[in-house]
């Protein structure tokens, strides 16, 4: 151990708190909570590390820590301080991918889908469902059935919906909340698997419709009967006798990876799974508890969480108390976890299999930086523009961080007209926003950027950069002469070609293709959205405002073309929603 590690540690003390590991450029490199911060920070020395763990430990030149009262408190500061500084060693869920949710909203009993579960005081959550086109048919049925609130913005006079039945119409009066507590319980049975009342409902209605040779009417009931049997059975992964909202939780280990499986039951039906592979670090036990502690801060959390792993249930239940841990050995719900962990077991293999999953994206970012002479390259932000003909243009800018995507990250840039279908110009013009930016709000610069487009970029970018003042390595993607990236040059024209068969090339290649993707689509958006606008500028009647509207309820030429007189009369009057229709036709 070294000398000055060993006397840090001698000044720690034996409290709960957050410790923050730093390099010798003082850049935090991971972040860790401790029950007694002077204990867990000296395991890292005291005994023999492997892997990743002995990687990071190398890397320690000093290190910081903060005091709190209880772990709960250093739980949530841990989380905070990772999503702010993203270490390079610490393991985060990734989070681009989730299943969707049915919300409803306590206030209106709106119904929607939602991909993250965040605003629990306003919404219910239903699901996860493994599928979104389930989701949707399920919602469909439920606005079908039930007198639930259909539009976003309340007209002023009664719609088609209060007339067919299928609306309280709250805009024209005062709902009680007695009827809205009975709607909701009814959709909360429904969403739960007790679908037995609504089903008796609508076989009464279609034999009442039936029998008055309503045949039409019948069909659409027979319909809505079969559709509600279809949406369960492709819920219902297994008999479950239990409606018990539970999650259950399995994991496997191998050559110094861990892969966490989580089965979600809801309703006694199996409505989704996720498997995460990530790099095994220190105590497993530890491990399995921050990564479900992360997951549970973004996701709807169960009732009941089933789960084999020693000394688990003490340290989880101090930061989820609601959630009531279970270690079964045996029946229907050991089974559960047997499936868990076969689907753990499944992901090792397919990592091991896949030779992109097996980069690791750590030693690709070092071979990165020893190649362009840089400090381990731990954030990557890329910049493209986009225009077609010189209208419309626009900028994007994206993030990667450890190799990772950061979405929260991304930045739009709307262009000037002016310098429309000047690349240089523009290059400067984001470069010089962005980084100005960042600089009048003292925040952290990256440690690479990339731009497309060769070496002219290369020097656009840096130029603005020195109009502000700004210090941050630029380097470009440059291409061969069929328009193929053969690797990266520095400002003095200097090319670093790529293997085309290497992780690394595949890895610049992942970036690359996201930040096009991001321009291309953000620049799609506002030609449809220009495109949209200028489609009403000659319809007596509509503004500024309604023209808003359109654009929200409508964000592409597409999607109001394919909208119905009645959707269009929820938010125009009717003369105005059949010039819309004739227009958009046209």
């Given at each position: 151990m070294k000398e000055k590690i060993a006397r840090l540690i001698a000044l720690l003390p034996d409290e709960p708190g957050v410790y923050l590991m730093k390099d010798e450029n003082d850049q935090i490199i991971y972040i860790g909570k401790a029950k007694n911060l002077k204990k867990r920070v000296s395991q890292y020395f005291l005994r023999p590390q492997v892997g990743k763990v002995a990687a990071m430990v190398s890397h320690v030149d000093h290190f910081e820590f903060i005091v709190v009262h209880?772990?709960?408190?250093?739980?949530?500061?841990?989380?905070?301080?990772?999503?702010?500084?993203?270490?390079r060693y610490n393991i985060v869920l990734k989070d681009d991918s989730h299943y969707p949710y049915i919300a409803l909203k306590r206030s209106d009993a709106t119904l929607s889908i939602a991909r993250r579960v965040t605003k629990?005081?306003?919404?219910?959550?239903?699901?996860?469902?493994?599928?979104s086109g389930d989701c949707y048919k399920t919602i469909d049925l439920l606005n079908s059935i039930y007198p639930t609130r259909k539009c976003r913005t309340l007209p002023s006079k009664p719609c088609l919906y209060y007339h067919l039945g299928q609306c309280l119409a709250p805009c024209i009066r005062k709902v009680e909340d007695e009827e809205y507590r009975r709607m909701y319980e009814s959709i909360r049975r429904f969403l739960e698997g007790d679908v037995s009342e609504v089903l008796a409902k609508l076989k009464e209605k279609m034999l009442e419709a039936s029998a008055e040779e309503r045949y039409e009417d019948a069909q659409s009931y027979k319909e809505k009967i079969e559709a509600i049997k279809q949406t369960i059975s492709h819920q219902a992964v297994e008999a479950v006798t239990d409606f018990t909202s539970r999650d259950v939780v399995a994991y496997a280990e191998r050559e110094g990876y861990l892969a966490l499986s989580l089965l979600s039951y809801r309703g006694g039906r199996l409505l989704g799974k996720r498997s995460e592979v990530v790099a095994s670090f220190g105590d497993s036990n530890e491990q399995i508890t921050e990564l479900l502690e992360q997951y549970y801060q973004k996701e709807e959390y169960p009732a009941e969480l089933a789960i084999l792993l020693p000394h688990f249930k003490e340290e989880f239940s101090l930061i989820y108390p609601s959630i009531r841990v279970i270690e079964p050995k045996e029946g229907r719900i050991k089974q559960q976890l047997d499936i868990a962990l076969l689907n753990a077991r499944k992901a090792l293999d397919h990592h091991f299999m896949s030779a992109r999953l097996e980069e690791d994206n750590e030693a690709l970012l070092e071979e990165l930086g020893k190649m362009l002479s840089l400090p381990f390259p731990k954030r990557i932000e890329l910049f493209d523009n986009s225009h077609l003909q010189g209208a419309s243009p626009v900028g994007a800018m994206v993030c990667f961080i450890n190799g990772e995507r950061v979405k929260g990250m991304y930045r739009k840039f709307h262009l000037s007209e002016e310098d429309a279908g000047d690349d240089y110009h523009s290059m400067q013009e984001i470069i010089e926003r962005r980084y100005l930016r960042l600089k009048e709000e003292k925040q952290e610069y990256p440690n690479l950027i990339l731009v497309d487009g060769g070496l002219t970029q290369v020097h656009a970018a840096l130029e603005a950069l020195k109009a502000i003042d700004v210090?941050?390595?630029?380097f470009g993607l440059y291409k061969n002469n069929r328009h193929e990236t053969e690797g990266i040059i520095d400002k003095e024209g200097k090319q670093y070609p790529?293997?085309?068969?290497?992780?690394?090339?595949?890895?610049l290649m992942r970036m690359q293709d996201e930040v096009h993707r991001f321009a291309i689509t953000f620049h799609r958006q506002k030609r449809s959205k220009s495109m949209t606008n200028s489609l009403f500028d000659d319809i007596k009647g509509i503004g500024p405002k309604r023209r808003e509207l359109?654009?929200?309820?409508?964000?592409?030429l597409e999607s109001i073309q394919s909208a119905t007189l009645e959707e269009l009369s929820q938010i125009l009057p009717e003369e105005l929603a059949l010039e819309v229709m004739k227009k958009v036709s046209q």
């Open positions: 209880e772990e709960k408190e250093a739980f949530i500061l841990e989380m905070n301080l990772i999503q702010t500084h993203y270490p629990r005081n306003e919404y219910y959550y239903f699901g996860p469902f493994p599928n210090t941050i390595p630029v790529l293997d085309r068969k290497s992780p690394l090339f595949f890895l359109l654009r929200k309820h409508y964000p592409t």
